[in-house]
């Protein structure tokens, strides 16, 4: 069922639409997806708005522009992991792939028994929460919530700032108190969507959809940062590795 289309852009929401048949498998790869004409006739939009809906099916990776045929489907661009960030970001790169990053806010709050238990704390230890979604052209992909032990925020304050970080999280803590992100476990699971997330991820609460829970410790073995990331409805999830 489509859901939350109504403010978006008329030829994102003609995209949305078509997204949603190739995902229901009633447009299969190698498929032609409806043309600008085609589009005018059965949506009643403009030529220029039309238009826009193809770029956006192959800048999402849905579909190809083929010489002599027109555009066609293609595999579906997956998620990148929160999680996968990290590497990105150690390699040169902003951790981003390009997606827009909004904030929900930065603050202290008591930790709940979930946070408690992953970072090594008494429930209702002050930790520093850090909320963000980040967005596509098709809408939110992602609304991520990490947790950090609440003492660090006194040796990086920036992490209490609802903005970006130049290092993010993780070159935040490390910069402040040498603690190295070293390993990370990350549990992927579906869960119901919380009543607070479901108003940033475009979902109903209590809706079920994929989550990953990551959790990092530093050199020394001890937690550093955990961390709940909520894919929008309907998305898909990819990890990348070096095998070398």
Same mark, same amino acid.
């Given at each position: 069922m489509m859901r939350n289309l109504e403010g978006l852009p008329p030829y994102r929401r003609i995209a949305a639409q078509i997204i949603a048949r190739i995902k229901s498998?009633?447009?299969?790869?190698?498929?032609?997806?409806?043309? $600008?004409?085609?589009?005018?006739?059965?949506?009643? /939009?403009?030529?220029?708005?039309?238009?826009?809906? !193809?770029? /956006?099916?192959?800048?999402?990776?849905?579909?190809?522009a083929t010489p002599g045929v027109g555009t066609i489907v293609s595999a579906p661009k997956a998620?990148?992991?929160?999680?996968?960030?990290l590497g990105r970001l150690r390699a040169g790169g902003d951790g981003l792939d390009n997606? &827009? /990053?909004?904030?929900?806010?930065?603050?202290?709050? !008591?930790?709940? @028994? =979930?946070?408690?238990?992953?970072?090594?704390?008494? =429930?209702?230890?002050? $930790?520093?929460?850090?909320?963000? @979604?980040?967005?596509? &052209?098709?809408? $939110?992909? &992602? $609304?991520? &919530?990490?947790?950090?032990?609440?003492?660090?925020?006194?040796?990086a304050p920036e992490l209490l700032r609802p903005e970006p970080l130049p290092k993010m999280t993780f070159g935040a803590i490390e910069d402040a108190t040498g603690r190295r992100a070293s390993k990370q476990r990350d549990t992927i699971a579906i869960r119901e969507v919380p009543a607070d997330i479901a108003e940033h991820l475009g979902a109903s609460a209590g809706e079920r959809t994929l989550v990953v829970a990551n959790l990092y410790w530093d050199q020394h073995g001890e937690p550093t940062e955990y961390a709940l990331d909520y894919h929008g409805p309907g998305r898909e999830l990819t990890r990348e590795y070096d095998r070398d």
């Open positions: 498998g009633e447009l299969q790869p190698g498929d032609r997806v409806p043309s $600008v004409n085609e589009i005018i006739e059965s949506e009643g /939009v403009s030529r220029a708005t039309a238009a826009r809906v !193809p770029g /956006v099916l192959r800048d999402e990776g849905y579909a190809v998620l990148i992991a929160g999680a996968d960030r997606d &827009t /990053v909004e904030f929900l806010g930065a603050d202290l709050e !008591p930790a709940t @028994r =979930e946070v408690a238990d992953a970072l090594g704390l008494d =429930e209702g230890t002050q $930790v520093v929460k850090r909320q963000r @979604r980040y967005l596509d &052209t098709l809408g $939110v992909k &992602t $609304v991520s &919530t990490t947790w950090i032990e609440g003492g660090i925020a006194q040796r």
